[in-house]
């Protein structure tokens, strides 16, 4: 439990330092010896001089949403959340099903039916309260939790009913912002391009899984596999590779040494490239507090980042602030209900995120329980 929660931490981590804006930079220089085996100093170094946007394709602005919809038919998605039975995941899955509950019937969304994927072999105490399916985890995930995603996707694909021809992968720590639409367009998917998924820095690796005939390494996208809005028949054929190529790629210490944490979303990358599967990158999939200021347009919020600020309303990123929202404070039980708002001057987006945890706290009962 322990491992794995400072597995999260590392990959969030390096999540945050590949996210690369010149603030995190300053940040990582000061931290950058913690990740001697990520190497990570160079990679931001290189990170530093792309424009994160230059990575989303210009599909994201060629293909409006309702290009697929001029009947004017819903294309509904199964939301499927993979999650443990630990009670850091628990509190953020209960979140998560709550929000999606609010923005399921609101104007725009196309969410069909929901289900938590609990990949802990048995069920928990949130049976109930959350429609669930429970999964197998496999034999031995190499003190890597996330590997079990791709495992899991393989047996609820493989044995649940699932009525809805579109699946969104979600993580517990999403919260529906605005009703989300599908984002995918007929048979592309569309996924959140992430700046620090880059197969042609790491060309020489990526060729041991997608070897030259399958072309380019550059139509590995810069993607995981959450969030992202893909057909049922299409995730149906990439699921086993995915677990595949993940395991492969876990087993494989040059690429376990340079993938560190972002391994498993490497996995997904990888394994849609092989099976021809391009996604079309949209921006406004998600937003990240701290370093996106505002809600906008966006449909989910992700926290997988602290929010630390100071009482002038300055951002302490790195340093517990004198206000603090980050996840990974409550690895061992779910956070109180009605946190305090941060001070004046912290980001709308900051804001949006402490109200959203607050007023699903407030309505679920027997919060404080797990
Ligand atoms: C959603 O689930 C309900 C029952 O929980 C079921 O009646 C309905 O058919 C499902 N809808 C879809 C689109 O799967
Ligand atoms: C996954 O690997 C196993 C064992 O190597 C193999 O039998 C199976 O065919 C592979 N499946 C896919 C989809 O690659
Ligand atoms: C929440 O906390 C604030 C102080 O931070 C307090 O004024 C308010 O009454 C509390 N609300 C509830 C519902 O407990």
């Not at 424009?51 to 409006?64: A, H």
Request: glycine share 6%.
């Amino acid at each position: 439990m322990l491992e794995s929660l400072n597995n999260f931490q590392e990959t969030t981590m390096a999540r945050k330092i590949f996210s690369g804006s010149s603030t995190v930079f300053l940040v990582l220089l000061t931290i950058g010896s913690f990740f001697g085996t990520y190497n990570l100093i160079t990679m931001v170094m290189h990170n530093k001089t792309l424009n994160p946007r230059g990575l989303f394709n210009d599909l994201n602005y060629m293909m409006p949403d309702n290009m697929k919809r001029s009947t004017g038919t819903k294309a509904l998605f199964h939301v499927a959340l993979t999650a443990t039975d630990e009670p850091y995941s628990k509190w953020q899955s209960r979140i998560m099903y709550y929000w999606y509950k609010r923005m399921k019937n609101v104007d725009g969304s196309e969410m069909g039916n929901f289900t938590r994927i609990l990949h802990s072999g048995r069920s928990d105490n949130l049976m109930d309260e959350i429609p669930t399916f429970v999964v197998d985890p496999l034999p031995s995930d190499r003190g890597y939790i996330v590997l079990n995603r791709p495992w899991a996707f393989v047996q609820w694909l493989e044995s649940a009913t699932i009525e809805e021809e579109y699946i969104f992968m979600a993580e517990p720590d999403h919260i529906f912002v605005n009703p989300l639409p599908n984002l995918a367009s007929g048979i592309v998917p569309a996924g959140f391009g992430f700046d620090y998924i880059l197969a042609s820095k790491n060309e020489k690796i990526i060729r041991k899984y997608f070897p030259e005939e399958n072309g380019p390494v550059t139509n590995v996208d810069p993607i995981g596999n959450s969030p992202v809005i893909i057909r049922k028949d299409l995730l149906k054929k990439i699921a086993p590779t995915w677990m595949n190529v993940s395991i492969r790629m876990k087993d494989d210490p040059e690429t376990d040494k340079a993938f560190g944490w972002v391994l498993e979303m490497y996995g997904y990358a990888v394994a849609s490239a092989l099976h021809g599967v391009k996604h079309i990158l949209r921006e406004d999939f998600m937003l990240e507090p701290p370093w996106n200021l505002q809600v906008g347009k966006r449909f989910i919020i992700h926290y997988t980042y602290g929010c630390d600020y100071n009482m002038k309303g300055e951002l302490t990123y790195g340093t517990t602030g004198e206000w603090s929202f980050d996840k990974r404070s409550y690895s061992k039980g779910p956070p109180p209900r009605n946190l305090s708002m941060p001070p004046p001057g912290v980001p709308e987006s900051v804001v949006t995120l402490v109200k959203m945890v607050n007023e699903a706290t407030a309505n679920i009962p027997n919060w404080d329980t797990e």
